[in-house]
């Protein structure tokens, strides 16, 4: 049962085949087996067992409130939750506990959904790889999958199994690796400059973000609030539609929230005749950095494109290698501003100093935030210095308008759907990763996420195939403002043809008959 | 100081005056000569946007620009909710927030403690 979609468990419930209870207890359990990914920094195991409570009543009159009625699900630390410990894996909000729901947890709460917990992330969602957070690093699933270790077995060199473990990727690496290890059947990410995509392709999951406006801000611990959208991560693309379209829509309390009569996509169409489709291949997303592997699969998915009658083009994003630098001003400095809150006065970490609030303040900060925070606030003050300001932040906000432009471009040649490589390869060791710091490694690794959140358009991951170590590789596609309808029908006509493959994770269960039985079912899904 | 063994390659523009204007508008330091060599690699890099030509173009600060913000209207509808709010506070009295004295500067760099390496 766990290893199915959101759409299958939902018509279980439906049909009494398991109950809200039942369902609950199991994730419950899974992830206190899989409690060493450190997946979860809050399991809300009291919480969901009432709500799982309630949706059985609903169930039993008849009542159900939609497909998300009874379905785990689990949250970023970084969107605040009533009477929950929201940290943000930081110390400067250890221990505090939001008096209200941001908007997307309390839609998903309207429609029944059963909170499971808070997902780990790197600290105030800065970072691309979920290690840097004071709860520790999360722990990639695929590490663990028979898939990666029955090819490390053929490796002479292999070492002892669990120092080499890998990243999920970041920040909402705790996300991806609850959904990814069964223990919940959607999760709550926020996608800054790849934050959902970077490990939904790490973690071989659909990364949904959607475009900047359409889903409601409020609650969302803001980082660059000119950028910030909550993500979705799931198993499939359908899936993502659902929970899309209980999230999407006005919200009063966020005025960043567009109030177009948008066409809520619940239910996505199949998609009736590829040939009509144009793609588009950014020709500067082709960098040396790229790993082979990944441009193979890149250049294998426009093929297949091709071969079914779209027509296929190449286009040209000319401020492409500039993306990363101005996302770097612009987002340290917004950084700077929203930081400046954390001041110990109304909630909190609070340093013990009382001498002067300007003491109190700078204590309490240094204590409270790591040291990639306090890197991003300087830097971004740096930029905001009178005598810099023009040269660099306003300079970067001329350069955004470039950078958006350019996609305005591309989709006006004629253009429905961009098609790139989410990330430079698969999932790296832990080991490896920390080699570069943190601001390095986010300037790698968002290379091809970030000029989307600039522009403010909708884009998603989906897993394509395994490397050749047997870990998930993820293809992006980016589509028109508020189109996102479309870009997912085309993501799942695509996801159907790839067959991306079921993680098998029974090595790592002790009593995995539940998983195996399921995996069967879930491969057969997938195969719609 | 920090600033004698700031990174060659960086541009040196990190004086130490402006470390300490920094840490004033910032009210977070340093910490550390590796931080502010860190700086210096940060503005380097964002030092390659000078490549790009901006003549003529306008600053994009929304992508949402061409649209009206919403406005609601402008009635109550919500609050009465001190006790919420204070709870999350460590130092309150009666319904007040107390903060330490204010109108008190930081000390100069030279004359604080060194901060221990964090």
């Known amino acids: ?528 | 100081g920090f600033t004698s063994k700031a990174d060659p390659q960086g541009s040196g523009r990190i004086t130490a005056q402006v470390i300490e204007h920094l840490e004033r508008l910032a009210l977070v330091d340093f910490g550390s000569c590796e931080a502010v060599a860190r700086l210096e690699k940060a503005i380097a890099f964002a030092d390659r946007l000078r490549a790009v030509d901006t003549d003529g173009v306008e600053p994009m600060e929304s992508v949402l620009e061409d649209r009206c913000l919403y406005l609601r209207s402008d009635n109550v509808v919500e609050g009465n909710c001190a006790d919420e709010l204070l709870q999350n506070s460590h130092r309150v009295v009666e319904e007040y927030f107390v903060a330490p004295p204010g109108n008190i500067s930081l000390p100069k760099l030279d004359e604080q403690e060194p901060f221990p390496h964090s």
């Not at chain 1, 198993?235 to 919200?251: E, K, N, Q, S, Y």
């Not at chain 1, 991951?461 to 996102?484: E, M, T, Y």
């Open chain 1, 1 to 528: 049962m766990l290893g199915r979609t959101l759409q299958e468990v939902s018509a279980a419930l439906k049909q009494g085949q398991i109950t809200p209870t039942e369902l609950c207890q199991k994730c419950l359990s899974l992830i206190k087996k899989t409690k060493f990914l450190n997946a979860y920094i809050t399991v809300s195991e009291e919480v969901a067992l009432k709500q799982a409570e309630e949706s059985e009543k609903r169930y039993k009159n008849g009542q159900s409130l939609g497909d998300l009625d009874g379905i785990p699900v689990a949250v970023k630390d970084n969107f605040s939750t009533s009477g929950i410990e929201t940290t943000c894996a930081s110390n400067m909000l250890k221990g505090y506990i939001p008096p209200y729901n941001a908007t997307v947890v309390q839609k998903l709460l309207d429609q029944g959904a059963l909170l499971m917990g808070k997902t780990n992330l790197d600290e105030f969602a800065m970072g691309s790889g979920s290690t840097d957070g004071i709860f520790g690093p999360v722990k990639n699933p695929w590490s663990y999958s028979k898939q990666y270790r029955e090819k490390r077995k053929q490796n002479p060199h292999s070492k002892n199994e669990d120092s080499d473990w890998l990243i999920t990727g970041g920040s909402s690496g705790g996300s991806a690796a609850a959904v990814s290890a069964f223990t919940c059947y959607a999760a709550l990410g926020s996608d800054t400059g790849g934050s959902t995509r970077n490990p939904a392709a790490h973690c071989g999951l659909v990364g949904f973000k959607p475009s900047y406006g359409l889903v409601s801000r409020h609650g969302l611990i803001p980082l660059v609030n000119s950028m910030d959208v909550p993500g979705i991560l799931t198993r499939c693309v359908d899936d993502a539609a659902i929970v899309l379209g209980a999230l999407a829509g006005p919200d009063p309390k966020d005025s960043t929230t567009v109030h177009d009569p948008i066409n809520k996509p619940f239910m996505l169409p199949s998609l009736a005749d590829v040939s009509k489709l144009c793609i588009g291949i950014p020709k500067e997303y082709l960098i040396p950095e790229l790993s082979s592997e990944v441009r193979s699969l890149w250049s294998k998915a426009a093929d297949l494109f091709e071969s079914e009658g779209a027509k296929v083009l190449e286009v040209s994003l000319p401020h492409t290698s500039y993306s990363i630098v101005c996302y770097h001003v612009l987002c340290t400095s917004e950084v700077a501003s929203n930081m400046a809150r954390f001041d110990g006065l109304q909630y909190g970490h609070r340093c013990d100093i009382n001498v002067s609030t300007e003491a109190m303040y700078a204590a309490t900060r240094r204590e409270g935030f790591n040291d990639v925070v306090r890197g991003r606030i300087l830097s971004g003050n740096f930029f905001l210095l009178k005598e810099n300001y023009e040269n660099y932040f306003v300079k970067a906000q001329k350069v955004r308008r470039l950078i958006a432009n350019d996609f305005v471009n591309a989709f006006n040649s004629g253009v429905d759907v961009l098609l790139t490589p989410t990330t430079l390869s698969e999932a790296v060791p832990y080991l490896e990763f920390i080699k570069e710091d943190n601001r390095t490694r986010s300037a790698q690794d968002d290379i091809f996420t970030q000029a989307v959140n600039m522009a403010g358009l909708p884009a998603v991951s989906i897993p394509v195939a395994l490397s050749n170590q047997g870990l998930p590789i993820g293809l992006q596609f980016i589509g028109r403002a508020f189109c996102d309808q479309q870009l997912l029908t085309v993501a799942k006509w695509f996801e159907k043809q790839v067959q991306f493959p079921v993680i098998q994770l029974q090595e790592l269960m002790d009593d995995c008959s539940a998983v195996l039985e399921n995996e069967k079912s879930a491969s057969v899904s997938l195969k719609q």
